[in-house]
């Protein structure tokens, strides 16, 4: 077995892991281009408003699926909040609504309220959630709604915040709710959390005046630029309607407006993410010929391979990414693809060490992923993780993008590396420190749940495997 040395294994902390394009403009005259810049557009090009639909709790198979195909219908998408989840789940509820145009979401486990459970619970509730479903589905989970949409406590007003920390820890970056100022609401920045104006018009049911009227009160705010979560409306909530031809009905007054993009949540948290987080580089010009680096958030870590869309300045009339010719509207817009390579994992699966045991005996691999085996070992004595993972395939594995999430006593959160391959035959023993601790005897009932998160390729494309492991809490001594 081979530990990582410190020169193959670097620690990145929380930040986006990014790649690079390379953009040309062409402009009319040689003045424009030394003058060029590009901006990032806050929606896809001639959008103006941003509509999704929440669904919450794990509906059953005729439930779920007939109301996709009704979204589907009237040219809605919509996103399922999902608890409790299996591989039938998956394959005969989340694939087919996810064939639809709809994403999948976490909603805790088992639906508790949050409020109410000690703070461990309340991650592994969170991440739990997240690994079984992206598990179950093989699609990338990275939105999130609240249980009974409840945050805050009486006797603990640190909550919402201990909240929004556990969802960010576990990967998961924005949500619709009720309240559009969610990110403020968690102790976010509204960079990092992405949110929605949602409203409800009756889950039993559905009135068409209610429908009107929030959409009216969501437009108003749109145009007023008064949302924190940016232009983005969200119908909900639950899958109680027992009408859905008149559910159909009543959206459809809603449906083909020009200037709507009709996505799901996943997609708009993506969408929002790129554009907070893209960094567009002037290079130089020659001629009538302008240069850009576009470094911007890889896909896996933001859930969904959603375009930008960006605004050259006056002039341009071409543009090319990494060879590939791209059109210009009258207004300079144009829509930047991600690069071809660079996918979302489309086999995910899910490995729990139960003993947390110790050596090569713990290896095991998902049965939809057998080429990598993975273990994780939570040593508390030392303060630190081990991950082991062995190639048992005849084909290199890589690169291994590698994320840890800890649970709130730890203060690093997630913690970031990279892994150039792993060969065939071969075993490596990554060790993590986790370094300082918080020392609020909150972060100390119950069972710490710790995971490794592998996004790696392999020759039929892009896989990721979640490594779990958890300990009993240890109660502080005081000496």
């Known amino acids: 077995m081979t530990t990582l040395a410190a020169a193959c294994w670097t620690a990145k902390g929380e930040g986006w892991r990014t790649y690079e394009q390379t953009l040309t403009l062409t402009f009319e ?5 030394r003058d060029a810049a590009v901006t990032a557009l806050p929606l896809p090009v001639g959008k103006k408003v941003a509509f999704s639909t929440r669904w919450d709790d794990s509906s059953p198979e005729a439930v779920a699926v007939a109301k996709a195909a009704v979204l589907a219908e009237y040219g809605y998408k919509g996103t399922f909040f999902l608890n409790k989840v299996d591989p039938a789940y998956g394959e005969n509820v989340i694939r087919k609504f996810l064939a639809k145009g709809c994403s999948a979401g976490a909603h805790t486990a088992t639906h508790p309220f949050l409020p109410r459970i000690d703070h461990n619970a309340m991650f592994q509730e969170v991440l739990a959630n997240r690994i079984a479903i992206e598990s179950c589905g093989d ?4 939105t999130f709604t609240l249980p009974y949409r409840a945050f805050t406590s009486e006797t603990d007003p640190d909550r919402p915040r201990a909240i929004g920390e556990c969802l960010v820890r576990a990967g998961l970056n924005g949500g619709p709710e009720h309240f559009a100022d969610s990110a403020t609401k968690f102790g976010r920045s509204p960079r990092e959390w992405i949110g929605a104006l949602e409203f409800s018009i009756d889950d039993r049911n559905p009135q068409l005046d209610k429908f009107e009227a929030n959409i009216a009160r969501g ?10 979560c940016g232009p983005h409306l969200a119908l909900g909530t639950h899958n109680w309607q027992p009408d859905l031809k008149a559910f159909g009905e009543i959206i459809g007054t809603q449906a083909n407006h020009p200037d709507w993009w009709y996505c799901n949540a996943n997609e708009y948290v993506a969408y929002r993410l790129q554009m907070f987080n893209t960094a567009i580089v002037k290079k130089g010009s020659s001629g009538k010929t302008a240069i850009f680096a576009i470094a911007r958030p890889e896909p896996f870590e933001l859930g969904d391979c959603v375009p930008l869309a960006l605004r050259a300045s006056a002039g341009a009339r071409g543009a090319v990414v990494d060879g590939q010719t791209l059109t210009l509207d009258a207004a300079r817009d144009f829509t930047l693809p991600h690069a071809a390579a660079r996918q979302l994992p489309d086999r995910i699966g899910a490995v729990h060490n139960e ?12 049965s939809t992923l057998p080429a990598l085996q993975a273990a994780l070992h939570v040593d508390l004595a030392r303060n630190a993780l081990d991950l082991q993972i062995k190639n048992v395939s005849q084909e290199s594995l890589g690169p291994l993008h590698l994320t840890f999430r800890l649970p709130l006593k730890w203060k690093r959160g997630v913690v970031k590396g990279d892994l150039a391959s792993l ?8 060790p993590l420190a986790l370094g300082d601790v918080e020392t609020d005897a909150r972060y100390e009932a119950g069972t710490y749940y710790f995971a490794a998160q592998c996004d790696y390729g392999d020759a039929a494309g892009a896989a990721r495997l979640h490594a779990t492991a958890s300990v009993a809490a240890q109660v502080r001594t005081i000496e």
């Open 139 to 142: 699609t990338c989970v990275s």
């Open 219 to 228: 437009l108003k705010a749109i145009a007023g630029n008064s949302l924190e």
């Open 423 to 430: 060969k065939p035959g071969e075993i490596r023993k990554i």
């Open 355 to 366: 003993d947390n045991a110790e050596g090569e005996g713990a290896l095991k691999a998902d």
């Open 29 to 33: 005259s040689e003045a424009q281009a």
